[in-house]
């Protein structure tokens, strides 16, 4: 009986050549079909986000007490409540809330409309150019969430300092610091709160499908 060499063994079956389990259209495919499965998810998610805001909308517009926080606020300030008060302050809250349904609506579409042009047999750069598109459209949606939130502030502080002074109210040094305090850290907590919001809905999302970008890429500049 021949003697078994285990080294002669192991330098030829390292010296076999391995065969590749996928060829790179097949892992182009499988990448392709990822992605699109990725912004369907984005999708789907911007249009319950839509559904969501839009049954709170009608609910609060029902319930008409959306702005009693904040006319509360302005009570302790001093400012004398009215009808003329009141219907200025949900006027606000209606346009800021008819605003940000459109906003979220224009979104919704873009979403819809980046998802319906990714093909899985569609020519490499151009899908690369699809999901760079796709990212940047998630990201003015973010940005553009915390900027509505940035204008209801805003418009909420002009409208303090417009009734401060239609009804003559002077605050002292400490209640207008403290006023002003208390909205810009509101405001930060608010704008930390929707980022990690969109940072663990969409961000988890999102890393994959840059995770497939890279890939992507790899395979492309591989081709050329």
């Not at 979220?104 to 598109?133: A, C, M, P, S």
Request: net charge positive.
């Amino acid at each position: 009986m021949p003697e078994f060499d285990l080294d002669s063994f192991k330098k030829t079956w390292q010296e076999q050549p391995v065969q590749p389990k996928y060829d790179n259209n097949e892992i182009l495919k499988m990448l392709n079909k990822k992605s699109r499965n990725y912004m369907k998810y984005i999708f789907w998610i911007s249009v319950v986000e839509f559904l969501f805001f839009s049954v709170l909308g009608v609910f609060y517009l029902i319930q008409s007490n959306e702005s009693d926080s904040f006319l509360n606020i302005l009570e302790k300030m001093g400012v004398q409540k009215d009808n003329q008060l009141v219907t200025k302050l949900d006027n606000i809250y209606l346009i800021i809330k008819i605003l940000s349904l459109v906003v979220t609506g224009f979104f919704v579409l873009k979403f819809y409309q980046n998802y319906r042009k990714i093909k899985v047999e569609e020519d490499l750069k151009l899908f690369i150019i699809r999901i760079i598109t796709f990212k940047k459209t998630v990201n003015a949606f973010i940005l553009t969430n915390i900027g509505l939130l940035l204008i209801l502030i805003t418009a909420l502080i002009g409208f303090t300092f417009y009734i401060l002074n239609a009804q003559h109210i002077e605050l002292d040094s400490s209640s207008f610091t403290g006023f002003i305090v208390g909205i810009v850290v509101s405001t930060i907590l608010c704008v930390i709160l929707i980022w990690i919001y969109y940072r663990l809905v969409y961000g988890i999302i999102m890393s994959r499908l840059d995770k497939n970008l890279n890939q992507l890429k790899e395979i492309e500049s591989h081709e050329n």
